[in-house]
C-alpha cells in the first residue's frame, strides 16, 4: 500500500472507484460567491520557461509558451475542485499518502493512522504535496470527461459515426499472390532463361500456383504474399509493386526483378479500399465514439469551471 500513489494501474483502479460512486454535478450557475482568483505572475511564468527549457534544451516560442500557461490554469482550477469536492477526504491513495507524511514529521511515530492523518492536514501536506497535488488534478480530470450508461450510443449513432469516419476505419487495398523465385546468387548467368523457360511452360500445361511454388529456389519471405500493395516494395524492393499493379488476374507473368532476383507472379486477387461493416469494426468505433464524446465533455466542464475564476496572467516580456 506505501507504494500505492507511484502504481499506474493501482493509481487509475482508485481513481475509477471514486468516479463510479461520485456523479459530478456540474452547476457553473452558482455565482453567490465571490469569485476566487488565479494569477499566473512573472515568478510563475519564469519557472513555466525554466521547466520547458530544461527540457527541450532551449526557451519556448510564443506558442509553446501559451500552451504552457494554458496548462497551468487548467491544473490549479482542476487541483481547486478537486479539493473543493472533498477528493483527497474520499480517495484512499491520499488518505495513505497523508498518513505516511504524517508518521514522517509526527512527533509521535507511533500514533494511529487517524492521528497521522490529521497531523499531516494540520500541517497543510495535501496542498503542499506535489504527489497529492498530480493526482487530485488526475482525479478531476477523469471525473472531468465521465460518462454514464445514458451517454453510450445506440445502433444509428455508431452507423452514423462510422459513416462520418469511414477513411479512419476502411481496410486498405490488399493484393493476394504467388510468386516463383529464381535466386540469381544460387544460379547465377543461368536464373533468366531459367525462368523464362518455366513461365513459358507453366502457360503451355496451365499449372497453378498451388503447385508451381515449389519449382523455384527458396525464399526468404515465402511463396505468397497477402497485404497492401505499398507493402510490396518493402518486401521485394523499389519497381516491384508497379510490376504487380500491372499485372493480369490469375495468368503467370514475369520474369519480375526484386532487389533478390527475379520472379514469376500469379496474382490471385486484388481488393480495392473499402469501408468494413459495423460488425466488424465495432469496439474499435465505440471506443472511439467514447473517446470523443469524452473529450468534448471534458473541454465543456474545463469551460465552466474555468468561468467560476478570475484569471490574470502577468504581461509577458518578449
Known amino acids: 500500500m506505501h507504494r500505492v500513489l507511484r502504481a499506474p494501474l493501482l493509481h487509475f483502479l482508485l481513481v475509477g472507484g471514486v468516479i463510479l460512486g461520485l456523479r459530478m454535478q456540474w452547476n457553473p450557475g452558482d455565482t453567490a460567491a465571490p469569485r476566487p482568483r488565479i494569477a499566473i505572475g512573472p515568478a510563475d511564468l519564469g519557472r513555466l520557461r525554466e521547466a520547458w527549457t530544461e527540457e527541450h534544451g532551449a526557451p519556448p516560442g510564443p506558442v509553446a509558451e501559451e500552451a504552457l500557461v494554458r496548462a497551468a490554469i487548467d491544473e490549479e482550477v482542476l487541483y481547486r475542485e478537486a479539493l473543493a469536492r472533498g477528493f483527497d477526504r474520499q480517495d484512499a491513495a ?6 505516511r507524511l504524517g508518521g514522517f514529521v509526527g512527533e509521535e511515530a507511533g500514533g494511529d493512522r487517524d492521528a497521522l492523518e490529521r497531523q499531516a492536514r494540520r500541517l497543510g501536506l495535501e496542498r503542499s504535496d506535489l504527489v497529492i497535488r498530480r493526482h487530485l488534478v488526475e482525479m478531476m480530470r477523469l471525473a472531468a470527461a465521465w460518462g454514464g450508461e445514458e ?7 455508431l452507423e452514423a459515426y462510422l459513416a462520418r469516419h469511414a477513411e479512419e476505419f476502411a481496410e486498405p487495398a490488399r493484393v493476394r499472390l504467388t510468386q516463383v523465385y529464381f535466386s540469381e546468387d544460387a544460379r547465377g548467368g543461368a536464373a533468366p532463361g531459367d525462368a523464362a523457360r518455366l513461365l513459358e511452360e507453366l502457360r503451355r500445361t496451365g499449372e497453378g500456383p498451388a503447385a508451381a511454388a515449389a519449382r523455384g529456389d527458396a525464399f526468404i ?7 497492401p500493395p505499398a507493402a510490396l516494395e518493402g518486401v521485394f524492393g523499389p519497381g516491384f509493386a508497379e510490376a504487380v499493379a500491372a499485372a493480369p488476374l490469375r495468368t503467370w507473368v514475369g520474369p519480375e526483378r526484386s532487389s533478390y532476383g527475379l520472379h514469376l507472379v500469379w496474382v490471385h486477387a486484388r481488393e480495392a479500399t473499402r469501408t468494413p461493416p459495423l460488425a466488424a469494426v465495432r469496439g474499435r468505433v465505440v471506443h472511439s465514439w467514447l473517446r470523443e464524446c469524452s473529450e468534448q465533455r471534458a473541454e465543456g466542464v474545463m469551460r465552466a469551471l474555468h468561468a467560476r475564476y478570475d484569471i490574470e496572467v502577468a504581461a509577458r516580456q518578449p
Open 94 to 99: 491520499v488518505r495513505e499518502r497523508l498518513v
Open 151 to 157: 451517454d453510450l450510443p445506440s445502433e444509428a449513432e
Open 221 to 227: 519471405r515465402g511463396a505468397e504474399f497477402d497485404g
